[in-house]
């Protein structure tokens, strides 16, 4: 009788077991459990946000990126004599180009950071984007524009992403509030160091999301801000002035106005219109594309007394600031070379320069709030500098 077991086959099955077990920890470590790859943590700005000791205030606004996939994403709208090949490389090389040449203290994105047609992959079109001011290390926070979310992220998956990138100091949406739309928040600019005011917020930013596309009894519109948001905004406005006097009370400093805010928003509102019959600074070149919904922001701005500047984007080739009631309306500019312009206009940028009062000893609350753009020229002109705001105590 032949015996049952072959010590052939036995050896050649436990060689082929421990094979399949080998198989099945190598997959475990290269790709599920024990990955060894380092884990990207997000790098933090040193907070808070504060003025210099030379009490200013930097802030750098790019409008409408509409960064598409790279190298390979071609230009719009330039002459061949200016670029013999353009891309979206040309428009980090602008931005890398602006954050050396003012060294702001923080860049705000206002939408339309990448333009989602142009891109199988959001995610990689953002990483490339922001590339720049993640490198610098100069805090930074965006909003959405309406061409943001044309690719492979929603809105408040593009919102949490950019929020988690290295030194964004964006937010989804305020903690444990019920608001329309992503990215809706705000951020504090404190005192300069070593003032009485080192601890308080003497300048506020309001970020809004304006939205994209909806539509209207039938008709299709660009979003708008929605009472909720305005709402949020309201309370924010209300909190913020309250802390205030409270400190100043108890500083003994007479209070001259509201410390003052900034809002940074993509789609203008319908009262922007109106600029093109009145002094402006800047250009008005195309008409305003806006909502045809008329949410009652410019009213609500009015009304919490605060915010005196907005800063705005979409529409490309205007450039101008414009006052509607007290309130400077300013647009960026189109920064971006794969977004629509003009041949032979330049791509451009806006500063917001904020400066402090100097009291008999110390710095004290903002003075004065400044801004200008910067072409994208062999130059890089500086043109177009005003003042928006002044202090009661200025004046």
């Known amino acids: 009788m032949e015996s049952l077991s072959n010590p052939t086959v036995n050896w050649k099955h436990s060689i082929l077991y421990l094979a399949f077990l080998y198989a099945i920890l190598y997959f475990l470590h290269t790709n599920l459990l024990l990955d060894h790859r380092p884990v990207h943590h997000k790098k ?26 790279g190298l390979i994403t071609r230009c719009r709208d330039v002459l061949p004599s200016q670029f013999p090949y353009c891309t979206d490389l040309n428009t980090t090389r602008f931005l890398n180009t602006m954050i050396q040449l003012e060294n702001p203290d923080f860049v705000a994105f206002t939408g339309d950071n990448i333009f989602g047609p142009s891109t199988s992959d959001a995610a990689e079109s953002l990483l490339k984007a922001f590339g720049p001011v993640t490198k610098s290390g100069v805090p930074w926070a965006a909003v959405l524009g309406n061409h943001d979310q044309e690719s492979t992220m929603t809105r408040e998956e593009l919102m949490s992403f950019i929020s988690l990138m290295d030194y964004s100091l964006s937010q989804t949406n305020p903690p444990s509030k019920d608001i329309d739309g992503f990215g809706n928040y705000d951020l504090s600019v404190y005192g300069a160091p070593g003032s009485s005011l080192a601890n308080t917020s003497v300048l506020n930013l309001f970020f809004l999301d304006s939205g994209d596309r909806e539509t209207v009894q039938g008709v299709r519109t660009y979003g708008w801000i929605k009472e909720s948001q305005l709402h949020w905004l309201r309370s924010v406005s209300q909190g913020r002035q309250g802390q205030n006097q409270e400190v100043n009370h108890a500083a003994k400093i007479r209070p001259a106005d509201p410390s003052p ?19 402006i600074v800047g250009q008005f070149r195309e008409g305003v594309a806006c909502s045809s919904v008329n949410s009652g922001v410019l009213n609500t701005l009015v009304s919490i007394n605060d915010v005196k500047a907005v800063f705005i984007g979409h529409d490309h080739t205007n450039d101008f600031c414009g006052n509607l009631e007290g309130i400077w309306f300013c647009y960026g500019g189109g920064f971006g070379y794969h977004g629509y312009g003009r041949a032979g206009l330049h791509r451009r940028a806006r500063v917001i320069l904020a400066e402090l009062r100097k009291g008999d000893k110390e710095w004290m609350g903002v003075e004065r709030i400044k801004t200008w753009k910067r072409l994208d020229d062999k130059n890089l002109s500086k043109i177009d500098e005003q003042v928006l705001w002044e202090s009661s105590r200025t004046r």
């Open 44 to 69: 933090w700005p040193h907070l808070p946000l504060r003025f210099r000791h030379d009490g200013t205030f930097k802030i750098l606004q790019v409008a409408d990126m509409h960064f598409g996939a």
């Open 261 to 279: 805010a900034l809002a940074f928003f993509h789609i203008p509102i319908p009262e922007v219109r109106q600029l093109y019959y009145q002094k």
